[in-house]
T-cell receptor, first 120, second 114 residues
Framework: AQKVTQAQTEISVVEKEDVTLDCVYE???????LFWYKQPPSGELVFLIR??????QNEISGRYSWNFQKSTSSFNFTITASQVVDSAVYFC?????????????????FGKGTKLSVIP | NAGVTQTPKFQVLKTGQSMTLQCAQD?????MYWYRQDPGMGLRLIYY???????DKGEVPNGYNVSRLNKREFSLRLESAAPSQTSVYFC?????????????FGDGTRLSIL
């Protein structure tokens, strides 16, 4: 079973529309971390946000907002008033304490990504 | 502001050839990682190095070897390349000791094996 599920493979929206990217995760740990990364067409991976399992506060950064709900094991990402520059593949990732190697390294498990196309 | 630097950016190999992908970071991070990205598969961990002098297998280590040359550099070697290893390879690094530290990625190496 996937640990990180991004059910939306591709989404298309018209510029200025709001869009929500879904992420559902699975873990038995009580302490874990969730991340979102952006991969624009140029190919690099850009870190957007990290959230730990004890902090369920929603976060807003400009047009971006994140909704973390432990009850539904979801960490959804909303872009308000989308722009063409938001076109990218977005990855959700999970880091579990049980994946800790004991030598100072937490492994990330990535979802398969959601490709967002914003049409002008 | 180099961050994580990967070389080369593109490479074409023939089946059976060997190749080393280079990665260097200038953020004084302790942990480094190699991933491969295939269409529809997300990123999968090949190997990682929690700290200088240690390396461990990830999800898909077969056909690869790694060397943590020093704190800055972590290389990935394909001893006998196979078409199934055609992929985009990403190196990443993170600060260890802190929990849930984000990983910072290089720009990737696009590798094609004919």
């Amino acid at each position: 079973a996937q640990k990180v599920t991004q059910a939306q493979t591709e989404i298309s929206v018209v510029e200025k529309e709001d869009v929500t990217l879904d992420c559902v995760y699975e873990t038995r740990d009580t302490t874990y971390y969730l991340f979102w990364y952006k991969q624009p067409p140029s190919g690099e991976l850009v870190f957007l946000i990290r959230r730990n399992s004890f902090d369920e506060q929603n976060e807003i950064s400009g047009r971006y907002s994140w909704n973390f709900q432990k009850s539904t094991s979801s960490f959804n990402f909303t872009i308000t008033a989308s722009q063409v520059v938001d076109s990218a593949v977005y990855f959700c990732a999970l880091s579990e304490v049980t994946a800790y190697s004991g030598a100072g390294s937490y492994q990330l498990t990535f979802g398969k990504g959601t490709k967002l196309s914003v049409i002008p | 502001n180099a961050g994580v630097t990967q070389t080369p950016k593109f490479q074409v190999l023939k089946t059976g050839q060997s190749m080393t992908l280079q990665c260097a970071q200038d953020m004084n991070h302790n942990s480094m990682y190699w991933y491969r990205q295939d269409p529809g598969m997300g990123l999968r961990l090949i190997y990682y190095s929690a700290s200088e002098g240690t390396t461990d297998k990830g999800e898909v280590p077969n056909g690869y070897n790694v060397s943590r040359l020093n704190k800055r550099e972590f290389s990935l070697r394909l001893e006998s390349a196979a078409p199934s290893q055609t992929s985009v390879y990403f190196c990443a690094s993170s600060r260890s000791g802190g929990e849930g530290q984000p990983q910072h990625f290089g720009d990737g190496t696009r590798l094609s094996i004919l």
